[in-house]
């Protein structure tokens, strides 16, 4: 929520070049859910750094914990059991905000500047602009935002906006304590990668790989998978996400195209009176009505 | 109010009054929609007290448009039902809309046109309560599925609906001697007689 006022690259509902002088280097967040053990360090530093509490909910006999996303909990590790050739894998991946280079939240957001995407490639809301109507949720591939019921506005992950703008990493990178969370600068990030794909491919995981699906051009968090073939197993992370077609028609070509019938209809109605005149009773008919009426 | 005693009754006080409760909401819906549809009609928020207020209200007004529609509609389904001079009447519309309408088919309360515009007045407002259920996030959390179709549905009916409502409009300020109908009730027996004809034999017996 700093406003690193300077190197913005895109501005909800505002259709003027957003302030955009300063070039920053692309930042990415990378996520090793092979080297993560679940110990939920990340959770905890985010509700530290962010200074934000969950109420204390309930056990549903698993490890999730809060089960969910919420307003209060900007990431969350999502723990599944794979089974596969008599071998049990515990997948564990840690939930949030993607920070997507295409970000349907702000492509959806109707209100100008509650959403920001700076040129390092966060994607910031910004709660005091936001007028809680939820088209973030409706534009979201990854199902993130929440809205809070206390304020009526949507909270995320702002990966540490603020720590980031500062020249800090993010309060989950600080708190990891087996690596699983690297931070640097995309293509750092991409390098990093490869080195651990490289890895798992070496230790029998074929399919390992970088999820940095490219349908939403491409995060700012991004994962390391040991199945990246099958990111569905990750608790449901999305195979090839992308803005939804129907968002880009509600947002995209409809906005033009509706709001230019409406105005023709309008000039029209308005030219059409000035060029054929009024539509009047005609005197005959007038007159027709008196000789009736005295008839 | 009788401004000349032979004045024919068009319209009773409750079917101004119900009309009126749609406009208006129909004229604030518009207005708080638009705001929320394109960056282009945001200061429309600042009518209603702001961007969050905006957001608040719009669906409150859509209720009750919803419902004053529907009364509405009930009054006067009965009167627009389409008959074979009606479509006669619409396709021979364009000599209408050049303004020669002395050779038009006969035409009773209703003409074909303002029957057609009545359908499809009843569907866009069935379509945007339908849709604008998904999409009231303060008190449902529907499927995003299911909420990404309601929003592409919501602002294509309201934006044929504006259209719709503007050719309404229009059509009521261009034939001149029809406003004062929604006014107070009541309109010439001439203007009875040359756009209404079989209405005007109805009511007088001519």
């Known amino acids: 929520m700093a406003l690193q006022s300077l190197d913005i690259a895109r501005r909800s509902a505002t259709t003027t070049p957003s302030p955009s002088v300063r070039q920053t280097t692309e930042v990415a967040k990378l996520i090793d859910v092979s080297t993560c053990i679940g110990c939920k360090a990340c959770q905890a530093a985010c509700m530290e750094w962010n200074d934000i509490r969950d109420p204390v909910g309930w056990n549903l006999g698993m490890y999730d914990n809060p089960v969910n996303l919420t307003e209060n909990s900007w990431t969350v590790m999502r723990f599944s059991e794979f089974e596969e050739n008599g071998k049990l894998e515990w997948l564990i991946r840690k939930d949030g905000c993607m920070h997507c280079a295409d970000p349907g939240c702000l492509k959806a957001c109707p209100a100008p500047g509650a959403i920001i995407q700076y040129a390092n490639g966060i994607v910031d809301f910004h709660e005091e602009n936001c007028i809680g109507c939820g088209y973030c949720i409706t534009g979201c591939p990854f199902n993130v935002p929440r809205i809070s019921k206390k304020d009526g506005k949507a909270y995320k992950c702002t990966l540490c906006s603020d720590r980031v703008a500062v020249g800090q990493a993010p309060a989950c990178v600080k708190a990891c304590p087996t690596g699983a969370i690297q931070y640097g600068s995309k293509e750092q990030m991409k390098d990093y990668a490869a080195t651990r794909v490289k890895d798992l491919n070496e230790r029998g995981y074929k399919n390992a790989g970088l999820y940095d699906p490219q349908g939403v051009g491409g995060t700012h968090v991004m994962y390391v998978l040991h199945h990246a073939d099958r990111p569905q197993l990750y608790s449901g992370l999305p195979a090839e996400p992308s803005v939804s077609p129907l968002v880009g028609l509600w947002k995209g070509i409809a906005k033009p195209l509706a709001t230019a019938t409406m105005a023709l209809v309008g000039i029209a109605s308005l030219f059409h009176y000035i060029t054929k005149g009024p539509n009047e009773v005609s005197k005959e008919t007038e007159k027709e009505v008196e000789k009736e009426d005295a008839a | ?206």
């Not at chain 2, 009606?86 to 209408?96: A, F, I």
């Not at chain 2, 499927?143 to 602002?155: M, S």
């Not at chain 2, 050719?167 to 001439?190: D, L």
Request: hydrophobic share 50%.
């Open chain 2, 1 to 206: 109010m009788i401004r000349d005693p032979k004045d024919l009754k068009r319209y009773t006080a409750h079917e101004r009054a119900n009309h009126w409760v749609v406009g208006m909401s129909f004229i604030l819906l518009a207005l708080s929609g638009l705001a929320l549809f394109h960056p282009l009609f945001w200061p429309l928020t600042n009518l209603f007290g702001g961007g969050t207020w905006t957001r608040i209200l719009h669906p409150f007004i859509g209720v009750l448009m919803a419902f004053s529609f529907l009364a509405l509609y009930h009054r006067f389904k009965a009167l627009n039902e389409m008959t074979p001079t009606d479509w006669e009447w619409v396709g021979r519309v364009k000599e209408m809309v050049d303004g020669d309408d002395h050779n038009m088919p006969e035409q009773g309360k209703y003409n074909g046109g303002q029957k057609l515009l009545f359908w499809a007045l009843a569907v866009c407002v069935l379509l945007l309560f339908v849709s604008g259920i998904p999409l009231w996030r303060a008190f449902f959390d529907p499927p995003v599925g299911l909420a990404r179709l309601a929003a592409v549905v919501h602002a294509v009916a309201a934006s044929v609906m504006i259209g719709l409502i503007t050719v309404h409009v229009y059509a009521a300020i261009w034939v001149k001697g029809t406003i004062r109908a929604m006014w107070y009730g009541t309109v010439t027996r001439a203007w009875a007689r040359q756009h209404h004809r079989a209405w005007y034999r109805q009511v007088t017996g001519k």
